[in-house]
């Protein structure tokens, strides 16, 4: 599963991040949740959720009995969260090609026109990807949303500069929705 939120400012944005690892430390861990890792957009005002579900119905059983506690607590110190891009995600292929730990994970959401369609683009960006194997990736996860619609491209990367570079040779890269995020807190179950 992953979403956004947009919090505003780097003030926000740190607020929530501590407070959103304070409520988590605190609660029982969910039922068929594997691991749940938060990060913080360059941007200053964005927050990236990621977490691994053993099914889609962990998570929403997570929703009906726990789930509004700790979203509470986070609402009552941070007003006004917006959240957005709630999506379920089945990974369909993955990439290793480093071991460093990464200094910054990329996200790109890209339409696709059905569940065929979303593997077929999957296979394409994946083979694109492994061939180049660019300096710096460390991995790649290329998620299909549950309804096929969507892509979620899950990069992992030794720092901006590595990313910088291999973006630069790529045409028309100012319409795609990518978006940078620093790693903050990463918590895994029992």
């Given at each position: 599963?992953?979403?956004?939120?947009?919090?505003?400012?780097?003030?926000?944005?740190?607020?929530?991040?501590?407070?959103q690892?304070?409520?988590?430390?605190?609660?029982?861990?969910?039922?068929?949740?594997?691991?749940?890792?938060?990060?913080a957009g360059t941007?200053?005002?964005?927050?990236?959720?990621?977490?691994?579900?053993r099914d889609d119905q962990?998570?929403?059983?997570?929703v009906?009995?726990?789930?509004?506690p700790?979203?509470?607590?986070v609402?009552?110190?941070v007003?006004g969260?917006?959240?957005?891009?709630?999506a379920?995600?089945?990974?369909?292929?993955?990439?290793t090609i480093?071991?460093?730990?990464?200094g910054i994970?990329?996200?790109?959401?890209?339409?696709a026109?059905?569940?065929?369609?979303?593997?077929?683009?999957?296979?394409?960006m994946?083979?694109?990807?492994?061939?180049?194997?660019?300096?710096?990736?460390?991995t790649?996860?290329?998620?299909?949303?549950?309804?096929?619609?969507?892509?979620?491209?899950?990069s992992?990367w030794t720092?901006?500069a590595?990313?910088?570079?291999y973006?630069?040779p790529?045409?028309?890269?100012?319409?795609?929705?990518?978006?940078?995020?620093?790693?903050?807190?990463?918590?895994?179950?029992?």
């Amino acid at each position: 599963m992953s979403s956004e939120w947009t919090v505003h400012s780097p003030q926000r944005q740190r607020k929530a991040l501590d407070l959103q690892a304070e409520v988590w430390g605190e609660a029982d861990w969910p039922e068929g949740l594997h691991s749940y890792t938060f990060y913080a957009g360059t941007d200053g005002s964005t927050i990236l959720h990621y977490s691994q579900w053993r099914d889609d119905q962990a998570y929403r059983d997570f929703v009906e009995s726990g789930r509004k506690p700790r979203m509470e607590r986070v609402d009552a110190a941070v007003p006004g969260i917006e959240r957005h891009d709630l999506a379920f995600y089945r990974l369909h292929r993955s990439l290793t090609i480093g071991s460093d730990e990464p200094g910054i994970v990329v996200t790109e959401f890209v339409a696709a026109g059905g569940p065929d369609d979303a593997r077929r683009r999957v296979g394409t960006m994946a083979d694109a990807r492994e061939k180049a194997r660019p300096s710096g990736l460390l991995t790649a996860g290329f998620h299909v949303s549950s309804d096929g619609s969507r892509i979620l491209d899950y990069s992992e990367w030794t720092d901006d500069a590595a990313f910088e570079a291999y973006l630069a040779p790529q045409q028309d890269t100012g319409s795609r929705r990518i978006k940078r995020f620093r790693p903050y807190r990463s918590l895994r179950g029992a």
